[in-house]
């Protein structure tokens, strides 16, 4: 599975924006999806996870209430909507899949990773 992350930016505290992770190579709905995310000088930390059917959803408590994790299936393709995004928020984002093996872990091991896309809030 190849995966594209796209949609990062420079953008203000208070702003929103949506990133979108493209797979592509195998069949997307036999996958559970994560967002994972590095800060400068600090270790990779899981954001938000998705089912392969979308019908489970997790979060960080540091972004509950305002990241909200979405696929569609039909394209591919997973959404992480960021909402009053905050300076703390800044960092490398990455999209992750597992494959579906029974139940989802959403902070266990994936098998891929994208290539990340920088997301940077200014205060």
């Known amino acids: 599975v190849q995966l594209q992350a796209s949609g990062g930016g420079l953008v203000q505290a208070g702003d929103s924006l949506r990133l979108s992770c493209a797979a592509s190579?195998?069949?997307?709905?036999?996958?559970?999806m994560g967002w994972f995310r590095q800060a400068p000088g600090r270790e990779r930390e899981f954001v938000a996870g998705?089912?392969?059917?979308?019908?489970?959803?997790f979060y960080a408590d540091s972004v509950k209430g305002r990241f909200t994790i979405s696929r569609g299936n039909a394209k591919s393709t997973v959404y992480l909507q960021m909402n009053n995004l905050k300076p703390e928020d800044t960092a490398v984002y990455y999209c992750?899949?597992?494959?579906?093996?029974?139940?989802?872990?959403?902070?266990?091991?994936?098998?891929?990773w994208g290539q990340g896309t920088l997301v940077t809030v200014s205060s």
């Open positions: 992750a899949a597992v494959f579906v093996r029974g139940s989802y872990s959403p902070y266990g091991e994936y098998d891929y």
């Open positions: 190579g195998h069949t997307f709905s036999t996958y559970h």
């Open positions: 998705i089912s392969w059917s979308g019908g489970s959803s």
